[in-house]
């Protein structure tokens, strides 16, 4: 068991998994899912000030906070004895290129070359590191949500702006890796 668990799933297994998430949160009690919501509940329960972006009642949405806890937790637990020792599969093709920006080394689901402590001083670990995270915070509350909200629970539930917002996020996505990131990896 602990050795199929080790190896990424298949799309016929996760995706029906995570698919069954919507209606399973729908018939508990009415539920949405997303987690960049959950920053908001953290914050209205952590702090007293008087900010009315964060009066509201948040103990209603604790059920969030345990799931986000969750993942905190699985996460850890995974990274502790669930790691594949094996390099990360690269397509050769990928591999070549990433090689020309310098990224070499695949044994960690992030490149070592480019998400380290040494590498947020350089021009191009500021953009990706600095910039980069609060351009994806940004879009999130300006979206309304994450690309999970959205994506699973949004479009599921036959929310137009969700479908809008995947599309842009989608593009978004298409755009930055091929367009923007081969610049900043020069930088």
Request: proline fraction near 6%; include cysteine.
């Amino acid at each position: 068991m602990l050795e199929w668990l080790k190896h990424p799933w298949p799309w016929y297994v996760a995706g029906p998994l995570i698919g069954l998430t919507v209606p399973i949160l729908l018939i508990l009690g009415n539920r949405t899912f997303g987690i960049s919501s959950s920053l908001r509940h953290v914050c209205a329960a952590c702090l007293p000030a008087n900010i009315s972006f964060f009066k509201y009642e948040w103990k209603k949405e604790a059920w969030n906070l345990l799931f986000v806890a969750g993942i905190v937790l699985g996460g850890l637990l995974t990274a502790t004895f669930l790691s594949d020792p094996e390099a990360v599969h690269v397509n050769p093709k990928l591999a070549e290129e990433l090689s020309s920006y310098g990224v070499t080394d695949y044994r960690t689901m992030v490149p070592a070359e480019v998400f380290n402590w040494p590498a947020l001083f350089t021009a191009r670990g500021f953009v990706l590191m600095v910039i980069g995270g609060f351009l994806v915070g940004f879009g999130t509350r300006y979206a309304g949500g994450c690309t999970s909200g959205h994506a699973i629970m949004g479009i599921s539930s036959m929310q137009w702006p969700s479908v809008i917002a995947t599309c842009c996020f989608m593009a978004g996505g298409f755009v930055m890796a091929n367009i923007i990131l081969p610049f900043i990896m020069n930088l």
